[in-house]
């Protein structure tokens, strides 16, 4: 079975700051996925972005860029020149890749609330 | 395109009573998964169906089943209610393209409360 940590059960940062959530895994798998996933007060699951874990490359999306260390099973999220919106969960979570779907399905940390001060 | 869309958005039922909560998927999605997320909680899976059939199942009792019709939709069946299972119930689709598993695109999900 796979595990999910978030450490950092809140956190708080300025408007315009960047920063950045921290997220790790224990898995025996080699195939994967990895994502992280928003969730603001309206409680709407909301796709922030996804790294497969055959990349070597991390994934980005506009101000949101992950950090992924395979061998140190670390899946960070940096959040650049951060906006009043981004105010939510924060979620890390993983699937494993499989034929017919991932039998797990997603595996979700605990989360991480981000507040953005104005 | 609509996203995923779930029904109802809130229920109330009492304790011993039985649920039906419904989901259809984005249009092309052959996967639907459900999740259950309590109160300051992350969503934990109950089960995922892909072309009909139930490929994955969570750690979750008997009386929790689902379905998936042939247009992709899924009903999640819950019996004998209990408190604690009060909870947001969350729908997933995903395109499933040759049957791997893909991101999963969340519906705005069911509120259900058990009283």
């Given at each position: 079975a796979q595990t999910v940590t978030q450490s950092q059960p809140e956190m708080s940062v300025q408007e315009a700051e960047t920063v950045t959530l921290s997220c790790t895994y224990d898995t025996s798998e080699n195939n994967y996925y990895l994502f992280w996933y928003k969730q603001p007060p309206s409680r709407q699951m909301i796709l922030v972005i996804r790294q497969e874990a055959y990349k070597q490359q991390n994934a980005t999306e506009n101000r949101f860029s992950v950090n992924f260390q395979k061998a140190a099973k670390s899946f960070s999220l940096k959040i650049s020149?951060?906006?009043?919106?981004?105010t939510a969960m924060y979620f890390c979570a993983f699937m494993k890749q499989a034929l017919?779907?991932?039998?797990?399905?997603l595996t979700f940390g605990k989360g991480t609330h981000l507040i953005i001060q104005p | 395109d609509a996203g995923v869309t779930q029904s109802p958005t809130h229920l109330i039922k009492t304790r011993g009573q039985h649920v039906t909560l419904r989901c259809s998927p984005i249009s092309g999605h052959k996967s639907v998964s459900w999740y259950q997320q309590v109160l300051g909680q992350g969503p934990q899976f109950i089960f995922q169906y892909y072309e009909k059939e139930e490929r994955g199942r969570g750690n979750?009792?008997?009386?929790f089943s689902a379905r998936q019709f042939p247009n992709y939709s899924s009903e999640l069946n819950v019996n004998?209610?209990?408190?604690?299972?009060s909870a947001l119930y969350l729908c997933a689709s995903s395109?499933?393209?040759?049957?791997f598993q893909e991101t999963q695109y969340f519906g705005p999900g069911t509120r259900l409360l058990v009283l």
């Open positions: 020149d951060s906006q009043l919106g981004d017919g779907g991932g039998a797990d399905g | 979750f009792p008997d009386r004998a209610l209990l408190l604690g299972d395109l499933a393209i040759s049957g």
